[in-house]
């Protein structure tokens, strides 16, 4: 048996004798991209444009009814129809993003916000109000289409997660911030009150319009248009590596039909498949894998909406009142601590998503939310068939609508946004992503609209009990037929996808076949695999 090696002294040596104690550490992580977070921020400032609008009109409501004498039928079509207004911007989002490119859509969003904002802060009566409410609504529509696409397509796959979720994390603050406008302009003269609640939403929209034009085009429009050297010059700039720029370039180009050895500055692409050809792959001929993205990444935005948690956030006042909370100032402030719960539990999934996956984290989110939607049914319960005060029942029901908005902003809350704008190919992102949102709004809009004569019909604690019922349902079809997406590259996510509840058997498959085809070298001879 051959002895350790020797040097001309004598002494033995060993490979790991010259190495020092740096040397033998864990390989550090890459740096986060500064630049990509940049913009990821900028474009998700979109956001907080809808989650103002939701949680000032919780408040702003109660004085408008007052105000404008208008009926409890009147005040929730005012409250929810900015949901199906939104329809008509995320519906055209879409198209104008790909013809006018991501980054002047997310300014367009802006100004139709602004004009809506000075409407209904200076309206005259409840006509002129919906009148700014649609306008509003527009706006929202376009902000929630372009915020996540934009944001996905600029983000390296290693912090894609995690920057796409920006978006949530600036709705949920919007919110917060509606329901502390609510409180401290609640102390003006009621006819003053609710129009600079609403009002004063202009001012971040100002700062958007602006705040945007330092941002960069997304490349993937850029090569969609054949400015190859532009998006190359984006891609320098977002990536962690030069060479994660150039092989992001090149899925790009393979996913947007240019060969792969074309390096012109500027080429010709072929964009007839962009208006007619989008609609039919989608609606008329899907494939397979088309198909199921399209369950997958609409659905999600349907199972979010019809859990009900528009309807607990636009009315939460009315839900602590019912509970017991009568006083206004502490129906304000019990407000103020769902928002602050809210936001704060964004931020840890936001941390989370990229480490755990998706699919652990919406499981988990609505688990937790099924339960929440149980204990409030029984609380309010409890509280309907009672004559006297049960302290026990308020503290139940305040405690799960917290745990409830907690178990939402962990998973389904920022992961319907992730989701739905990585899942489709890049020839029809733009579009699937609206018809998304275009769901999420619809699905919205209904229940918000209805939320107040359905728990007259039904009970509040019916309605609660209904809500527990479809996230329940939600929860087994997630479980069964929604792919994890993490780690992978936008081009390469489609390959998850055509096999519905089969999509795990599919998946073993696949990687079975590539490791086969990495044992292989290169001239053709197999080598056997070892297992860590």
Known sequence: MAGPDVDTSGSPTHPCATKTLPDFDPPKKPKKNKYAIACAVLASLTSILLGYDIGVMSGASLFIKDQLK??????????????????????????????????????????????????????????????????????????????????AEISPASMRGFLTSFPEIYSNTGIL????????????????????????????????????????ESPRWLVMQGRLADAKRVLDKISDSGEEAQLRLMDIKEAAGIPEDCNDDIVEVHKKRHAKGVFRELFRRPTPAIRHIMFCGVGIHFFQQA????????????????AGITSSNEKLL????????????????????????????????????????????????????????????????????????GSFSIGMGPIAWVYSSEVFPLRLRAVGASMGVATNRLVSGIISTTFLSLYKAMTISGAFFMFAGIATVSFVILYACFPETRGRTLEDVEVLFGHF????????????????????NDDGQVQLATKN
């Open 70 to 151: 208008i009926t409890d039928v009147q005040l929730e079509i005012l409250v929810g129809t900015i949901n199906i207004y939104s329809l008509v911007g995320s519906a055209v989002a879409g198209p104008t993003s790909d013809w006018i490119g991501r980054r002047y859509t997310v300014v367009v969003s802006g100004v139709i916000f602004f004009v809506g904002a000075i409407l209904t802060g200076f309206a005259p009566n409840y006509a002129f109000l919906m009148v700014g409410r649609f306008v509003a609504g527009i706006g929202v529509g376009y902000a929630l289409m372009i915020a996540p696409v934009y944001t």
């Open 177 to 216: 911030l509606g329901y502390v406008s609510n409180f401290a302009f609640s102390k003006l003269p009621p006819h003053l009150g609710w129009r600079f609640m609403l009002g004063v939403a202009a001012i971040p929209s100002v700062v958007l319009a602006v705040g945007v034009l330092a941002m960069p």
């Open 307 to 322: 859990s009900g948690i528009d309807a607990v956030v636009l009315y939460t006042p009315r839900i602590f009142e019912k």
């Open 334 to 405: 019990a407000t103020v601590g769902v928002g602050l719960v809210k936001t704060s539990f964004i931020f840890v999934a936001t941390f989370l998503l990229d480490k755990f996956g998706r699919r652990p984290l919406i499981l988990t989110s609505m688990g937790g939310m099924i339960l929440s939607l149980l204990a409030i049914s029984v609380g309010l319960l409890a509280i309907d068939h009672s004559t006297k005060k049960l302290n026990w029942a308020i503290g139940l029901c305040f405690f799960s609508l917290l745990s409830f908005v």
């Open 501 to 520: 509840i089969k999509w795990r058997s599919h998946a073993k498959e696949t990687k079975r076949k590539n490791v086969g085809n990495a044992g292989e």
